[in-house]
């Protein structure tokens, strides 16, 4: 720890975002080094921003932050919903003055926002609207930049590769083709760490789009060698090469719309392409199984990826992040997030964080490291 002063400060804290394994860890974390080390009082917001923003909130003391460690899910509770444009009594509204207000009225000197991309930047509003803020950063999907990694990622990643594991017996057994959806937003972390722990034979990931054509050339390869079955793990987000065009120039329609009306007409277009792409693993498992002949099966991994009890790695982590997290508090060093960077924990300004999405670099190892051992990558 950075000092061991005493402070008075009173701090609130919150959950944001879709859950992840290691939010009660970040909790605890912050939790125990802000009381116990630092005198700080914590309260914490129950429901994400929502219940920042309606003012509802529980005092946390040691007794109420112990025994969590190992607990799935949050404590707090969690939403998603944004401080600018919360869906209030049926109307959209902009909820950032009411929170600047609760936030005085409740004495509090400032504020822990634990959660992902979209908590960044909910985080960052309330920085630009002069409160003291935090953000811790936690999510399955490992896509928070300027951050190695985030707690959730490595319990997500062992659970989605021991599904891999499963598939694997199972797909073997009937010659068939399975495909297997993965979490991960737009982001294809969680999808090539365990299509490469697993050992999947295809990987397909938003980073590299596909063609149905080399899909379909890797699996013939391997049923040439024998192997009549092949696992295909699918990122969420990856798409083949004319609907990764196709958004890329829905992107260039929102960056080049002069107006409000032309960006939101544009982004409207957007969100219909991404809906019309959801279910897309269910739609490849159709095309591989015309082409090749195989029987193909699909597997939507979903929220089990997300449930459960979080692994080392992410009670290390969020234990690491938390603790310093109190040291910022403590030190007045707002506005930032509290990055992993070469297993220290680092603070970076909010700003460059949100509003950033960290993709899987081209050049990355693991991508290297599946093309070495033969993984077809759709490309
Ligand atoms: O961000 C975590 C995540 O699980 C993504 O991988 C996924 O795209 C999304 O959340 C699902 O969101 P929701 O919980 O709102 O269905």
Redesign the pocket.
Known sequence: MASTKKTAKRIGILTA??D?PGLNAAIRGFGKAAIGHYGMELVGFLGGVRGLAENRFIDLDSKALSGILTVSGTLLGTS?DKVHKMTVDGEVRDMIPTIVENVEKDGLDGLVCIG?AGTAKNAQRLAKAGLNVIHLPK???NDIAHTDTSFGFSTALGIATEAIDRLHSTAHSHHRIIVVEI???RAGWLALGSGIAGGADIILLPEIPYSVDKIVESIQRRASHGANFSVVAIA?GACDVETARDLAAADALIGQADNAEGKAAAKKHKKALEAAHRGNAFALASQLEAATGLEARVTVLGYV??GGTPDAEDRLLGTLLGGAGADLVARGEYGVTVASQHQRAVPVPLKDVAGQVKMVPLDHPWIEAARHVGTGMGD
Do not use: S
Request: hydrophobic content about 20%.
């Open positions: 975002g879709g992840a998603r992902g999510t399955i999907d979490m991960g937003h969420e990826q997300r």
